[in-house]
């Protein structure tokens, strides 16, 4: 759908006053990352519609498959958004104007919008994100150098931080984050970075190993001397109902 008639019949298509936005997480060089895009000389979230016919998590799934090219992505909801004046007048005026479209005060667009977010989890490696009919640019960016940003997406940033603080004390999904094949200090690493504090190698390596989550492979190659250790991949789960026998 072309500007002109997203903003025109966008209404009769998607479902009015209800986005979605994504918090895409990724990981390199020892730090967290955001992809985030830029309307304007401002950045925001990867995000998208609801088609009056489609259910939320299928909306979901299809902007964040859009998004990274990813068949099967970690996806996990993480709260409703709805302030009372959550609208972005100033921003879509600006932004229609420049692309040469009339902006009119009672469009669809311009109401208040409640949105759905989730996170998501991504090795950054094997995301390659394009710029899109709206966007004019993308940039993945430290979760403690976030630029200037639409409205309230910064705050929605920060909830995700905090909210995989919580859920990796939980669950173990920061695996998502890293290549099919790892070593335990990687993940040590990703840990520490998540939590933003030290923890003790040896027993966060037992941790692990007791979730029986991981399987062992050889040890990395390496032509530099030093700490050579085993490298792990994430072990294939059985389908819900089935039993492995080795529980």
């Given at each position: 759908m072309d500007l002109k008639n997203f903003l025109e019949q966008g209404?009769?298509?998607?479902?009015?006053?209800l986005s979605i936005d994504l918090v895409i997480i990724g990981y390199d060089d020892n730090a967290l990352k955001c992809l985030l895009l830029r309307i304007g000389d401002k950045w925001l979230l990867p995000g998208g519609y609801i088609g009056r016919d489609e259910s939320v998590p299928d909306a979901a799934v299809r902007i964040l498959q859009?998004?990274?090219?990813?068949e099967e992505p970690h996806?996990?909801?993480?709260?409703?958004?709805?302030?009372?004046?959550r609208r972005f007048t100033d921003e879509w005026r600006a932004f229609w104007e420049k692309s040469g479209q009339e902006w009119k005060e009672d469009s669809w667009l311009n109401t208040r919008f409640i949105t759905l977010a989730y996170y998501s989890l991504v090795d950054i490696r094997n995301i390659f994100?394009?710029?899109?009919?709206?966007?004019?640019?993308?940039?993945?960016?430290?979760?403690?150098?976030?630029?200037?940003?639409?409205?309230?997406?910064?705050?929605?940033?920060?909830?995700?931080?905090?909210?995989l603080k919580k859920d990796i004390k939980q669950e173990e999904l920061t695996y998502n984050l890293l290549p099919d094949q790892f070593t335990m200090p990687e993940l040590h690493q990703l840990h520490e970075t998540i939590l933003e504090t030290k923890l003790d190698r040896s027993r966060f390596q037992k941790k692990m190993l007791s979730t029986g989550?991981?399987?062992?492979?050889p040890k990395r190659q390496q032509e530099t001397p030093g700490s050579n250790p085993?490298?792990?991949?994430?072990?294939k789960q059985p389908e819900k109902g089935s039993n492995n026998g080795n529980e």
């Amino acid at each position: 759908m072309d500007l002109k008639n997203f903003l025109e019949q966008g209404f009769d298509c998607f479902l009015p006053n209800l986005s979605i936005d994504l918090v895409i997480i990724g990981y390199d060089d020892n730090a967290l990352k955001c992809l985030l895009l830029r309307i304007g000389d401002k950045w925001l979230l990867p995000g998208g519609y609801i088609g009056r016919d489609e259910s939320v998590p299928d909306a979901a799934v299809r902007i964040l498959q859009h998004r990274t090219g990813i068949e099967e992505p970690h996806l996990k909801f993480l709260a409703v958004f709805g302030d009372s004046n959550r609208r972005f007048t100033d921003e879509w005026r600006a932004f229609w104007e420049k692309s040469g479209q009339e902006w009119k005060e009672d469009s669809w667009l311009n109401t208040r919008f409640i949105t759905l977010a989730y996170y998501s989890l991504v090795d950054i490696r094997n995301i390659f994100p394009a710029v899109h009919d709206f966007d004019e640019d993308f940039g993945w960016f430290n979760f403690d150098g976030l630029p200037d940003m639409w409205m309230d997406h910064k705050s929605i940033v920060l909830e995700a931080r905090n909210r995989l603080k919580k859920d990796i004390k939980q669950e173990e999904l920061t695996y998502n984050l890293l290549p099919d094949q790892f070593t335990m200090p990687e993940l040590h690493q990703l840990h520490e970075t998540i939590l933003e504090t030290k923890l003790d190698r040896s027993r966060f390596q037992k941790k692990m190993l007791s979730t029986g989550m991981f399987e062992r492979l050889p040890k990395r190659q390496q032509e530099t001397p030093g700490s050579n250790p085993f490298q792990y991949s994430v072990k294939k789960q059985p389908e819900k109902g089935s039993n492995n026998g080795n529980e």
